[in-house]
Each structure stands twice: as C-alpha cells, then as structure tokens.
C-alpha cells in the first residue's frame, strides 16, 4: 500500500509544470519539518482549554441570552418550528 502511495505522489508531481513542482517540494518540506520539530500532538489542546479560552474572550452577559430550553426546541431555533413545551 505505502509504496502504491508513493507512486501516485511521484507521477503527480511529475505530472506538474516545474514552478508547481517547486511548490509541491516547499509543502512538503514544510510538513516533513513541522512534523519532526513538533512530535505527535503537542500543539493540540484540549477541547475545554479552547472552549475556556473563547468564553474569556466574550462579553459578561453573553450565557444569559442563551436559551435554556435548547435540546426540547432546537428546531424551534434553527428552523423555526414552533415551539415544544418541556
């Protein structure tokens, strides 16, 4: 399969002109380099230390305008379908 893989990278890029060849070559330095500088996952956070760092960056009362009632009447908000009492 690898080598298969391989193959088909090779005749895409000879299949190029030579300036997209040139830019086919600098992408994939830059993701050989980024790769091993980086290791596996170091630059992934986790998904609440994301969620946290959008929620500081929001104003104060922004969580009181949010329904609570979204799981009963979600296509009430996104389609506009009458509401479901809970």
Known sequence: MAANLEDQLIDKVRALPPDKQQEALRLLDGLATS???????????????????????????????????????????LYGAPKQQP
């Open 35 to 77: 790769a091993s500088a980086e290791g596996p996952g170091l630059d992934r956070k986790p998904i609440w230390e994301v969620a946290d760092e959008i929620n500081a960056g929001l104003p104060a009362d922004t969580w009181e305008n949010v329904p609570t009632d979204g799981s009963i009447n979600l296509d009430h908000y």
